[in-house]
């Protein structure tokens, strides 16, 4: 398996810069690892947690920039934590701990800038003798030659899949382009692994690819829009996870028109299309959700309170 970080081109931004010598592009993170956080989590989709949950790796950093992000206490590449730089000894450890209670899925969160620090890791953990289940938790802002070195690797893929449009990926994400890019991306995966599900014998997730959507406050039309492209490029049969957890973040504008809680009407609207144009598998959530799934990076056990 070759990545070129020499000439980086990990993700879609393909800086050129060479990270074995230190150099930094867009991500801000080099050859070492740059971990935020190591947790046991419940609150991913059920089929995926199970009754055990997840074994998460948080990395730190992002290829993204979205300025809603509830993970913005890790996300924002100005940022630096010396805690966050630990060696793969550390990391294999916190893993195996985790994985030793039972716990049969190890989750990489926003891999895309990592890929390489990933699967060096899950190249330690199998020759221990660890064969956990891997899921790839993007933003789909990835490239289609560095998923297929992942064929064979990666088990479950998570795509978030954010925007219809290109102008809203430009100004809450600070890409361009997002929409061929991720389809694109999220087209691999599906080819890797299909859009049925394969469960392992205790009923968790152990193949797929199930698309994520966060549906903005005020964007409910682009929610619906990309429902459809979805529709018209793969299929219906395809697993969606239609999220409304959306909650503003400290970083906000108070004049920002996303500075605010999604209303029930604008979710509703995008969950009765995404029925319409016949997708039968997936999930929904509460509304109340917006309150369940908001980590605390600064504490030791980010989802504590909730889980």
Known sequence: ???????????????????????????????????ASI?????????????????????AHCNLSCIYCQNYQISDNRLSDKRWLISYDIIIDSIKRILDDGVETLGFVSPSH?????????????????????????NAYDSVEVLRELNGLVDIYLPDFKYYSDELALRYSNVKN???????????MIWQKGTSFQLSNSGVLS??????????????????????????????NLSIS??????PNQNLSKKSSINRLLSPNEYEEVVKTLFTLGFHRGYVQDLASNTYYLPDFNASKPFFDVF
Do not use: W
């Not at 070759?2 to 050859?31: A, D, T, W, Y």
């Open 1 to 35: 398996m070759h990545f070129n970080i020499e000439n980086c081109n990990l993700c879609p931004h393909s800086c050129g810069v060479n990270r074995k010598m230190g150099q930094l592009g867009i991500c801000r993170v080099g050859i070492d690892p740059l971990v």
């Open 39 to 59: 947790v046991l989590h419940k609150g991913e989709e059920t089929v995926i947690s199970g009754e055990k949950g997840v074994c998460n790796v948080f990395f």
């Open 114 to 138: 990592q890929v390489y620090q990933m699967v060096e890791i899950i190249n330690r953990l199998n020759s221990l003798g660890y064969k956990p289940i891997v899921v790839y938790n993007t």
């Open 178 to 188: 997002y929409r061929f890019i991720a389809t694109s991306a999220i087209r691999e």
């Open 207 to 236: 193949s797929g690819v199930m698309v994520r959507h966060l549906v903005l406050p005020g964007h409910s039309k682009d929610s619906i829009q990309l429902l459809r492209h979805i529709e018209e490029e793969f299929s219906s």
């Open 242 to 247: 239609l999220m409304s957890q959306y909650r």
